[in-house]
């Protein structure tokens, strides 16, 4: 089994910065990837951005050249520059993959608010 537990989230002002970390425990597989989601309001949960067990990365344009994702020891870190429209609750993903399938994690979401 594993958890997930997003912390970091606060009220920012626009164009501040902000860094979110995801703390996994349990099994954690080789063959891994961690993801960061948001939901706003009203809306569908999205993804922001993935990084690769080898550390490859790939974000939605929305976010390039202003967030960062980033794995250490199991400790999953993004930092933003953000925008209002940004204001949401943010998820982390861990998928893993094994001989008998594949497995989707959650946490419970940090709660992230920028004032313009």
């Known amino acids: 089994q594993v958890q997930l537990v997003e912390s970091g989230g606060a009220l920012v002002q626009a164009g501040g910065s902000l860094r979110l970390s995801c703390a996994a425990s349990?099994?954690?597989?080789?063959?891994?990837?961690m993801g960061w989601y948001r939901q706003a309001p009203g809306k569908q949960r999205e993804l922001v951005a993935t990084?690769?067990?080898?550390g490859n990365t790939n974000y939605v344009d929305a976010v390039k050249g202003r967030f960062t994702i980033s794995r250490d020891n199991g400790n999953y870190r993004q930092m933003n520059s953000l925008k209002p429209e940004e204001r949401a609750s943010y998820y982390c993903?861990?998928?893993?993959?094994?001989?008998?399938?594949?497995?989707?994690?959650w946490g419970q979401g940090t709660q992230v608010t920028v004032s313009s």
């Open positions: 993903k861990l998928q893993q993959k094994s001989n008998i399938g594949t497995y989707d994690y």
């Open positions: 990084i690769e067990n080898d």
């Open positions: 349990g099994v954690i597989l080789e063959n891994n990837t």
